[in-house]
T-cell receptor
Framework: AQSVTQLGSHVSVSEGALVLLRCNYS??????LFWYVQYPNQGLQLLLK??????LVKGINGFEAEFKKSETSFHLTKPSAHMSDAAEYFC???????????FGKGTLLTVNP | DADVTQTPRNRITKTGKRIMLECSQT?????MYWYRQDPGLGLRLIYY???????NKGEISDGYSVSRQAQAKFSLSLESAIPNQTALYFC?????????????FGPGTRLTVL
């Protein structure tokens, strides 16, 4: 069984501040981990993914995430928030050949001017 | 052009009506999925298909059916729509040959059942 917990359904930051969105997972097999972003009235766009290569993964738009096995975490960060980062962010886990992609409930990021 | 397209993008219907949502992809992927998104619940898997002859139920398949007409087309039907099927529906595709089965999503269909 696998699951994802995203801490904080809503995160609010000021423009230029650090963005930190938290994701913890559980998986009975070595996981693949994903972050997706959903802008208003759009579908989900892949932001980055962890596939057991480097533990620090860089994605699009300046985002990165670090896989920490000991903490079962895959937190998403960006050093400096931009207004265009306002969106909903979803963390997801899959267990290798297991088809099933399990999503967290999402974190809505608000960026204040 | 978008790799995964969904039609219609918005639909309002009445209780008891039959509705079909369509998904097409040009990514050449074998695997296709249907999800629904509800506020605060994330995405939940309705059905998935690993190839044209393979159809599987997801975690919330009751009240839904699917048809895989070709590698590139996967349709979702609501035989008799009910108000609690009001949601945002997403189609996705994936290609396990990259080893990660990364899923790519369409733009979504917003369905309202009155």
């Amino acid at each position: 069984a696998q699951s994802v917990t995203q801490l904080g359904s809503h995160v609010s930051v000021s423009e230029g501040a650090l963005v930190l969105l938290r994701c913890n997972y559980s998986s009975s097999v070595p996981p693949y981990l994903f972050w997706y972003v959903q802008y208003p009235n759009q579908g989900l766009q892949l932001l980055l993914k962890y596939t057991s290569a480097a533990t620090l993964v860089k994605g699009i738009n300046g985002f990165e995430a670090e896989f920490k096995k000991s903490e079962t975490s895959f937190h998403l960060t960006k050093p400096s928030a931009h207004m265009s980062d306002a969106a909903e962010y979803f963390c997801a886990v899959s267990g290798g050949s297991n088809y099933k992609l399990t999503f967290g409930k999402g974190t809505l990021l608000t960026v204040n001017p | 052009d978008a790799d995964v397209t969904q039609t219609p993008r918005n639909r309002i219907t009445k209780t008891g009506k039959r509705i079909m949502l369509e998904c097409s992809q040009t990514k050449g992927h074998d695997r296709m999925y249907w999800y629904r998104q509800d506020p605060g619940l994330g995405l939940r898997l309705i059905y998935y298909s690993f190839d044209v002859k393979d159809i599987n139920k997801g975690e919330i398949s009751d009240g839904y059916s699917v048809s895989r007409q070709a590698q590139a087309k996967f349709s979702l039907s609501l035989e008799s729509a009910i108000p609690n099927q009001t949601a945002l529906y997403f189609c996705a595709t994936s290609d396990f040959t990259d080893g990660t089965d990364t899923q790519y999503f369409g733009p979504g269909t917003r369905l309202t059942v009155l």
